[in-house]
């Protein structure tokens, strides 16, 4: 009988555990998915790179994030579904083709796909548990983003859309 109830505590335990952030982190909601993340730490690295990646960016009356109203008022209900996918977004399309011939760069840049990857990772998760359904809004809004990115040649358009970061990272804050 002891033996249930220290399985029990410790169960409760490690379950409280894994709720909790880690240093730095925050706890988003995206409809009924919590995902724990440190856009502080995404930030950090975005702003030790931000002016290199913006000066290779040889077109600016274009925007891929900012395209009107393309995050602007996303619905509660979809924000789990455009963070899905746009976060697979950033790790399949943005972050492949975001090379420079400054290694402190590449490596601010791999350290935030790292980040990118993980978080990817957690929202396929609620996504494979149907609790990441995608509405008709969301999925407009995202396919406005495809087509945005998909007018510009490969290397462009993900170094624009990096050089965007903080416009995604801004939208999930206060989407928070």
């Not at 624009?160 to 804050?173: R, V």
Request: hydrophobic share 35%; aromatic share 10%; charged share 20%.
């Amino acid at each position: 009988m002891k033996a249930s109830h220290l399985f029990l505590c410790l169960f409760s335990v490690s379950c409280w555990w894994n709720l909790m952030p880690t240093a730095g982190n925050k706890i988003f909601h995206f409809g009924p998915c919590r995902i724990s993340m440190s856009v502080t730490e995404i930030r950090s690295g975005f702003t030790a790179i931000k002016a290199n990646i913006q000066a290779r960016d040889p077109i600016r009356t274009l925007s891929i994030l900012s395209y009107p109203h393309s995050l602007h008022k996303v619905k509660s209900s979809d924000r789990c579904c455009i963070t899905h996918h746009l976060f697979n977004f950033y790790v399949d399309k943005v972050f492949k083709h975001c090379k420079t011939e400054d290694s402190y760069v590449n490596r601010k840049i791999s350290s935030i796909a790292n980040s990118f990857l993980s978080v990817k990772r957690k929202l396929g998760q609620c996504h494979e548990q149907n609790k990441c359904t995608c509405g008709q809004e969301s999925t407009e809004k995202f396919k406005q983003i495809l087509v945005n990115y998909e007018g510009l040649n490969v290397t462009s358009a993900a170094i624009k859309s990096l050089g965007e970061l903080d416009i995604l990272l801004d939208w999930l804050e206060k989407s928070r």
